[in-house]
């Protein structure tokens, strides 16, 4: 089975810059969907942005859409989330997840997942 590595995350400004990167373990086939889900205190956990691993399509939740960035390095066999203008709201874990089947925004369909890595965007 898949196994999926984060890092890079960290305490930063609110207006700052950071990126994250995934790492897998096992080369991702052309049908599957790499994404990023995060999670706050409280609150369950979401979509953020996701890539085809094949064709690099991309998609991305409203929250996000223009100050977030997905992209994936087939040669690396990683996928980074490069996220600009953060804000409070951004603070969360962020899982790297992988779906054998495809796109799809809804965790429970994700087949693996990270460890996760904490973003937290403060004064």
């Known amino acids: 089975q898949a196994q999926l590595v984060e890092s890079g995350g960290r305490k930063v400004q609110p207006g700052d810059s950071l990126r994250i990167s995934c790492a897998a373990y096992?080369?991702?086939?052309?049908?599957?969907?790499m994404s990023w889900f995060r999670q706050a205190p409280g609150k369950e956990r979401e979509f953020v942005a996701g890539?085809?691993?094949?064709?690099?399509?991309?998609y991305y939740s409203d929250d996000v859409k223009g100050r977030f960035t997905i992209s994936r390095a087939k040669a690396e066999k990683t996928v980074d989330l490069q996220m600009d203008r953060l804000k409070p709201d951004d603070t969360a874990v962020y899982y790297c997840?992988?779906?054998?089947?495809?796109?799809?925004?809804?965790?429970?369909?994700?087949?693996?997942w990270g460890q996760g890595t904490q973003v937290t965007v403060s004064s």
């Open positions: 096992e080369r991702p086939y052309s049908s599957h969907f």
């Open positions: 997840a992988l779906n054998y089947n495809g796109l799809s925004y809804t965790s429970r369909d994700f087949d693996v």
């Open positions: 890539i085809r691993w094949g064709t690099g399509l991309t």
